[in-house]
């Protein structure tokens, strides 16, 4: 869907926005909030310093998802390396993306035989057969699995990331941390302002055209021209957020935008949000002497990938 304009993302957005509402997802927080303890259970249980990208940020989303749209958790480990694909933009060989994304395709074609096999089965891959079989003109074979995919993929590669990067933000701004500590009803806003402060991207991922001539900061943008928009920077456009470039974990307007806008607007948003509200809550409340435990050198970030964030973090607390 993120490559595809209407009528056609209208049509395949139609398919899955359902999954996501506000109303099904909050029904999902009890399940999510279930999981997050169990982790932090075993992180806990290990014993300091332990991965919080291993041991928390990567399984809670995954485990959701899993759950949600009916792939098996046990395969994890398969095509979380091969959803690295979809954000790849040099970390990976062409043909190593081109291998990762076959093997996807693969995994959940196997997935959609059985659902035709079983076809009781109640999840979004059963919805989305069911869609395909009893409604052939809503959307191809190849765009059920690529569809599919693509929901797995992007259902937890983000938030995986957001995880740790939010709790990074939070040690760097100790007062803020303390405050959310002190009063956790604030997580709510508290995320809305880590996806505003806190880049997912590392810059402006696709191109937009110009339908017309525009002009643009007193540039002339001509029809079929490209343009690449930053996010990053219009989440921090001082004449929408006052004082921008200050973390305000309880910021009340808050307009902003990482989860895009338009018809692009992510459809798993209100998912999203859900688990970094569980995440970072379980994370301030249980963990009140959370903090690295290595030196900030010896961090390492994600390279050549769309989205920004921590290879590992080793913690204490």
């Given amino acids: 869907m993120l490559t ?12 899955v926005a359902k999954a996501f509402t506000a109303r099904r997802v909050e029904a999902l927080r009890p399940r999510t909030q279930q999981i997050a303890d169990a982790l932090v259970d075993n992180m ?35 095509f979380h390396i091969w959803s690295e694909a979809i954000v790849s933009t040099t970390s990976l060989p062409e043909e190593t993306v081109q291998e990762y994304l ?89 995320v809305e302002e880590l996806l505003r402060y806190v880049p997912l991207g590392v810059g402006s991922s696709f191109a937009r055209y110009a ?10 943008v001509r029809a079929g021209e490209p343009v690449l928009g930053s996010l990053s920077s219009a989440n921090r ?27 692009h607007h992510c459809v798993g948003a209100q998912l999203a949000r859900m688990e970094l509200q569980v995440a970072v ?4 409340t249980r963990l009140p002497g959370l903090r690295l435990a290595v030196p900030e050198a010896d961090l390492r970030w994600k390279r050549g990938m769309l989205v920004r964030g921590l290879l590992g973090m080793p913690v204490a607390w």
């Avoid at 996807?104 to 059985?114: F, R, S, T």
């Avoid at 456009?237 to 018809?263: I, K, S, Y």
């Fill in 281 to 284: 809550a379980t994370l301030v």
């Fill in 44 to 78: 806990v249980q290990l014993g300091p310093p332990a991965d919080l990208v291993e041991h928390v940020a990567t399984p809670l989303p995954i485990q959701v998802i899993c759950e949600l749209l009916g792939v098996p958790y046990a395969d994890r480990d398969r």
């Fill in 102 to 190: 076959n093997n996807l395709w693969g995994y959940i074609g196997g997935l959609v035989a059985e659902r035709r096999r079983e076809p009781g089965i109640d999840d979004l891959l059963g919805a989305l057969v069911r869609a395909r079989d009893e409604h052939q003109d809503r959307l191809s074979e190849t765009e059920l699995v690529e569809l599919a995919a693509g929901l797995l993929a992007a259902g937890h590669e983000t938030t995986v990331t957001q995880i740790p990067n939010f709790v990074y933000v939070l040690l760097h701004n100790p007062d803020q941390l303390a405050r959310l500590r002190s009063d956790p009803s604030l997580v709510p806003a508290a």
């Fill in 237 to 263: 456009d001082g004449t929408v957020f006052a004082d921008p470039n200050r973390l305000d974990v309880a910021r009340e307007q808050n307009p902003h935008l990482g989860f895009g806008h338009g018809v």
């Fill in 4 to 15: 595809m304009d209407p009528p056609d993302h209208t049509r395949l957005r139609r398919l």
């Fill in 211 to 220: 339908k017309e001539d525009v002009e643009v900061g007193g540039v002339l």
